[in-house]
């Protein structure tokens, strides 16, 4: 957990540095917010869910609380910024990341795959890129239709900064237990 950490705190100082102007781009924000919100909310939220929602399942447990404490993870960590710019917040982002974080990375590979198969020859790509056309319509099909259900988000006009720094504030009492206390425990 520490390497993580710290090599991403590093990246972004030296990106800073490089460009202070980057500080002021909402994607840039929105990316370290969510890579942050991965690594430091994660664990306290898989401990959570496991030890809650996710009591009564057994075998797909560890998957199913790994891929929401992921999601929840990042969307927690950016919809403080998300509230403030955009003036509206995603209630379905977590639910609909559950098919979304699967398919993201074959649509990856698939894409570099195509990309590289492209160079050698460009019918070599077709196949490949066909395969992830279909994996690109059924995220964008499930996007759009959680997108489109009535509560699919909620409006959030006039979020002060002082509000977001109290918000991200606060996410510093999970971050700590998560380290301090560990989740196993062991018997004598």
């Known amino acids: 957990m520490h390497f993580p950490l710290h090599f991403m705190t590093t990246m972004l100082a ?3 540095s490089y460009n202070p102007q980057l500080i002021y781009s909402t994607g840039f924000q929105l990316s370290v917010a969510a890579v942050f919100g991965i690594l430091l909310l994660t664990k306290p939220l898989k401990s959570l869910l496991e030890h809650t929602l996710l009591r009564t399942l057994q075998s797909p447990r560890a998957q199913l ?3 929401i404490s992921v999601s929840l993870a990042a969307q ?6 998300v509230a403030s710019t955009f003036e509206e917040v995603s209630i379905v982002g977590v639910l609909t990341n559950l098919i979304a974080v699967p398919l993201s990375g074959p649509i990856l590979i698939l894409g570099l795959l195509g990309s590289l198969a492209g160079n050698i020859h460009s019918l070599l790509a077709y196949p490949i890129n ?5 994996l690109v319509t059924i995220l964008i099909q499930t996007a759009q239709g959680a997108s489109s259900l009535p ?3 909620v409006t959030t006009p006039g979020v002060p900064l002082l509000l977001v ?3 991200y504030a606060g996410c510093i009492p999970p971050i700590l237990a998560g380290c301090v206390f560990p989740t196993e425990r062991t018997t004598l």
């Open 14 to 16: 030296l990106v800073l």
């Open 165 to 167: 720094g109290l918000f």
């Open 76 to 81: 927690l960590a950016t919809s403080p910024i």
């Open 151 to 153: 509560f699919a988000s």
């Open 130 to 134: 066909a395969c992830n056309g279909f």
């Open 65 to 67: 609380s790994n891929l």
